[in-house]
């Protein structure tokens, strides 16, 4: 058993409560991970105001990033003081997995969604409290997680940059370069432009995609997108942004990334998008597929990115200066992780990351 401090969702949309729980030692296949900081997603945020409160209270975070304190027996990839970065986890035997395509795992809803391991059990069990968000539960301490959802990372960066890779930047760089493909030369445009859409408006930078097309209601992110990438912003609280992009190319655009998650949006994605052009959407509901003209609507999960091979691309092009995602960081103490959570509902922070411990 280890004495570690969790933050706890008990009440829909109310503060997390930093508390003293109770987690079982890593198993054969586990490992322990003392978090030295951890992201703040937009996934988190939606799950405490949407929180059911007949279940019982859990412990959410899933960009954690730390130091190894605790190998189990059958851990080969990584030893005692290692530096890792966690991300969404995976069964690691069904078919999808075994196909090295881990964000199609059968059961990815049970293992990121199920607070529990997959085979029932959970290691906070004692304290009445739920944990294994995503394989992890950062907003603590300490975290398991296993090889499947850790990736071992170089000790010269600090982790508290490396932190958000493990599902924001990965999702948005990954749509890019990995879901959609996109090739240089095509246009693209990303609705919304916090921290998935800035992260889709680097990548496009690097794959080469002309023009580049940011649209938002917040104009601090907007300035922040033309200054990581984008050839134009649209402001939509001007509206207009169909007009907009058929002045900017023409006609219309081969890729939208729509992030907001707003049924107009979606539609307004569709009205833009030349033949044969693709929208990609990020709710988790699944997408229609094929639309009139040739277009298409995907749902991504996770940037279609292996996290083991997708993250040390992402930090080799952070460190050639190519993809400089900590700017849009901003940090705080892990006892104002209220005060960062509201800051990301606002839209004042673009990503937020707590300091859990000293690296
Ligand atoms: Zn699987
Ligand atoms: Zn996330």
Redesign the pocket.
């Known amino acids: 058993m280890q004495n570690i401090q969790a933050a706890v969702l008990r009440r829909k949309g109310r503060p997390l409560k930093i508390e003293p729980l109770e987690m079982e030692g890593p198993r054969d296949d586990e490992v322990l991970v003392r978090i030295v900081a951890t992201g703040i ?4 945020i939606d799950i405490i105001d949407d929180w059911d409160e007949a279940s019982q209270p859990v412990v959410l975070g ?2 954690g990033a730390g130091v190894v304190e605790q190998v189990g027996r059958k851990v080969k990839s990584v030893k005692c003081r290692d530096h890792v970065v966690l991300s969404y986890q995976s069964c690691g035997r069904c078919r999808k997995c075994r196909k090295e395509r881990p964000m199609d795992c059968n059961r990815f809803w049970d293992a990121n969604f199920g607070f529990q391991r997959l085979d029932g059990s959970n290691a906070l069990q004692k304290s009445g409290v739920r944990g294994h968000f ?1 394989g992890q539960s950062s907003f603590s301490t300490h975290s398991l997680a296993t090889e499947r959802n850790l990736v071992k990372v170089s000790k010269v960066l600090p982790l508290e940059v490396l932190a958000p890779l493990g ?2 930047m990965q ?1 948005g760089a990954g749509t890019v370069m990995n879901s959609l493909r996109v090739p240089a030369g095509s246009a693209i445009a990303v609705f919304g432009t916090g921290s998935v859409g800035l992260a889709a408006i680097m990548a496009a930078r690097i794959v080469g995609a002309n023009p580049i097309i940011g649209v938002d209601i917040n104009p601090m992110r907007l300035q922040l997108a033309q200054e990581l990438g984008a050839t134009h912003t649209i402001d939509n609280r001007q509206g207009e942004v169909a007009a907009g992009i058929a002045a900017i190319t023409g006609s219309g655009v081969d890729y939208v990334m729509e992030i907001t998650g707003e049924p107009e949006m979606f539609e307004l994605a569709v009205e833009v998008l030349n033949p044969n052009g693709t929208v990609a959407i990020f709710s988790g509901a699944s997408a229609p597929g094929s639309l009139p003209g040739g277009r298409k609507a995907y749902s991504i999960i996770e940037g279609d990115a292996v996290p083991q091979r997708f993250i040390p691309k992402l930090i080799s092009l952070y460190r050639a200066g190519r993809f400089p995602f900590d700017r849009r960081i901003k940090y705080y103490g892990f006892s104002e992780i209220n005060a960062a959570i509201a800051d990301a509902k606002r839209g004042d922070t673009i990503k937020p990351v707590l300091r859990v411990s000293e690296q």
């Open positions: 997603c937009r996934t988190d899933h960009e995503f599902c924001g999702t």
